[in-house]
């Protein structure tokens, strides 16, 4: 079946620092891959998306590049912001679109100003 | 963009009694929803996708009679919990899927059965 496996939390950072969340899946065919962010108290909020090998999502400074030869789609950010501190989903959408999303258990990411 | 309203944000009930989660897409036709459960420190697991006008589709280990779900409108999905107990203490969220829009979230809805 498919599943995303990603880095448990919580991730702790300083603000400006370099952020790299890891994220890989399994899935039969291509999926489409992504990242979602909740704040607190909030719904999930799409923050980036790649739809086949070798795509690189961005949103807001996030970038992430689907690896289909690693099964990969790392989060990372170059310098990040107090304001960024929230829980990170990678999740993906296998075959024709016809079914939900499969989830990572979601990272937790606390910036320390 | 698309909104999802997700009501209630909380809810506490009783064991043994039944509780409703409404879930409305404000500013599209969601002809597709999907119910979510999150463990803490889980991944949301997909329980459910609800089509307009249809049957409900469950998950794999999802009892279908303890967790009705009721799509009647192209903006309205409905999840009741029936007789709830401790164990169904969780936090469900909805997604509505529209082919122009792709997945919106809604703020889901902490159940605690006492």
């Known amino acids: 079946g498919n599943s995303v496996t990603q880095m448990e939390g919580p991730v702790t950072l300083s603000e400006e620092a370099f952020l790299t969340i890891n994220c890989t899946y399994t899935?039969?065919?291509?999926?489409?891959l992504f990242w979602y962010v909740q704040y607190p108290g909030e719904g999930l909020q799409l923050l980036l998306k790649?739809?086949?090998?070798?795509d690189k999502g961005s949103n807001k400074g996030f970038e992430a590049t689907y690896r289909k030869e690693t099964t990969s789609f790392h989060l990372e950010k170059g310098s990040v912001q107090v304001s960024d501190s929230a829980v990170y989903f990678c999740a993906l959408l296998a075959g024709g679109g016809a079914d939900g999303l499969t989830f990572g258990k979601g990272t937790h990411l606390i910036i320390q100003p | 963009g698309a909104v999802v309203s997700q009501h209630p944000s909380r809810v506490i009930c009783k064991s043994g009694t039944s509780v409703k989660i409404e879930c409305r897409s404000l500013?599209?036709?969601?002809?597709?929803m999907f119910w979510y459960r999150q463990f803490p420190k889980q991944s949301l697991m997909l329980m459910a996708t609800s089509n307009e006008g249809s049957k409900a589709t469950y998950e794999q280990g999802v009892e279908k009679d303890k967790f009705l779900i009721n799509h009647a409108s192209l903006t309205l999905s409905t999840l009741t919990v029936t007789s709830a107990h401790p164990e169904d203490s969780s936090f469900y969220i909805c997604s509505a899927r529209d082919f122009g829009q792709g997945y919106t979230f809604g703020s889901g809805t902490r159940l605690t059965v006492v």
């Open positions: 500013d599209f036709q969601a002809t597709t």
């Open positions: 790649a739809t086949k090998a070798d």
């Open positions: 899935a039969t065919g291509y999926p489409s």
